[in-house]
């Protein structure tokens, strides 16, 4: 199971628990910025599998300079041409290589991402490669996984991960103050 971040994890995990399913998660997200960023939502995410006693997977892949080179001549689309597509290309192709028959992604529990997006991406990767894609819609457990994420004092992030998400947080603050004459262009 591809995991963008241990919040997301939570009830997912538990979801494909309780159906008997034993997940591996696996982290890969290069498109996370800052290196702060990245590194604590990987470390969260290191302490939740040990705690949860599952099997975590962690690929080391800050990549900054692929990621701005991948995304720049596109970002409205990023979402759906790099950050999902890279990390569940690069999912499937460990699960493959590691004799895995299925995949998942955390991504599927936000009701901030693109879901039906994700979701065809993943169908076309589990065409391709023969890797099974077991499908979730895991946002009904949404507001139950980041309330007990919460309750174990986890990070809680407060964008998507890319440097243009951490921007786009910041859009609303920064009209209202435009608005109210707290700051001027």
């Known amino acids: 199971m591809h995991a963008c971040c241990a919040p997301c994890s939570v009830y997912c995990i538990d979801s494909l628990r309780a159906e008997g399913i034993e997940p591996t998660v696996f982290w890969y997200n ?3 910025h800052p290196y702060q960023e990245y590194k604590a939502r990987r470390d969260c995410l290191k302490e939740h599998v040990k705690r949860e006693n599952v099997k975590g997977v962690f690929i080391e892949d800050y990549g900054l300079d692929k990621f701005c080179q991948a995304v720049a001549n596109d970002i409205p689309n ?3 041409r790099y950050c999902y597509r890279a990390r ?3 999912t499937v192709k460990y699960a493959k290589e590691h004799g895995f028959d299925a995949f998942t992604t955390t991504l599927l529990v936000s009701p901030y991402q693109k879901h039906d997006e ?3 991406i993943c169908e076309e ?3 391709m490669s023969g890797v099974e894609f077991v499908y979730r819609d895991f946002r009904v457990g949404f507001r139950d996984g980041q309330k007990k994420a919460r309750e174990l004092g986890m990070y809680m992030q407060k964008y998507c991960g890319c440097v243009f998400s951490e921007e786009d947080r910041y ?3 920064i009209l209202k103050d435009l608005e109210d004459g707290i700051v001027e262009l």
């Open 171 to 173: 859009k609303k603050q």
């Open 118 to 120: 994700i979701k065809n």
């Open 30 to 32: 290069p498109n996370i």
């Open 125 to 127: 990767l589990a065409m």
């Open 78 to 80: 990023r979402c759906v």
């Open 88 to 90: 569940l290309t690069q």
